[in-house]
């Protein structure tokens, strides 16, 4: 039984190889012209269009292929979950070998990159209306959703060592404005 299976298996490439090799092969025209009715068929004929719409719901909808796309999308999350995370990621390695080709072509194509920027510039005006409300109250709901010690850590972050120097100056300058208001208050009873 392995031979013939082999055997079988061995026929079916010949001949499917000797139908590769000769576009005249007697099986190769009867199936071009089988494609080209079916073709016509599915452009004219309403019964044959149901008949293959009803064939391709029954398979989306079998609960084999349906188990089989999950399984596959489960092994793709788990390929992409493993390959991300990995420090050699080969998905992120063809991302920046793509991203060099990308813009060593644009650097070459003057045309096309300024045509990139307008479209670009032009988007980014059309959009930026519609954004803007919507961006400043996502910043401002995220900055009130911070933990106060949050804010004030990233200030000092930010900020650094001139933080002190801004507290002190600013309690200057506040102490002269308000020095000036009082003497101003002073003044202007005596002037009048």
């Given at each position: 039984?392995?031979?013939l299976a082999r055997n079988l298996v061995k026929a079916a490439h010949q001949l499917l190889q000797e139908i590769e090799d000769d576009p005249e092969h007697p099986r190769r025209l009867a199936f071009d012209r089988w494609m080209a009715d079916a073709i016509v068929r599915l452009r004219t004929d309403a019964?044959?269009?149901e008949r293959i719409q009803r064939w391709q719901n029954?398979?989306?909808s079998h609960p084999a292929v349906q188990e089989y796309a999950d399984s596959l999308l489960r092994d793709l999350r788990a390929w992409l979950d493993h390959d991300l995370g990995s420090p050699d990621s080969r998905l992120?390695?063809?991302i920046q070998v793509l991203a060099g080709q990308l813009g060593a072509f644009l650097a070459e194509q003057a045309v096309l990159r300024e045509a990139i920027n307008d479209y670009l510039e032009n988007s980014a005006r059309r959009l930026a209306p519609?954004?803007?409300d919507g961006l400043a109250q996502h910043i401002e709901k995220t900055i009130q959703d911070w933990p106060e010690k949050d804010m004030i850590r990233l200030l000092e972050e930010g900020v650094g060592t001139d933080l002190q120097y801004i507290r002190v100056n600013g309690t200057l300058v506040g102490g002269?404005?308000?020095v000036?208001?009082?003497a101003l208050a002073l003044?202007?009873?005596l002037l009048i």
């Open positions: 039984s392995d031979n019964r044959f269009q029954g398979l989306i992120q390695g063809q519609a954004m803007r002269l404005v308000g000036l208001i009082h003044a202007v009873p």
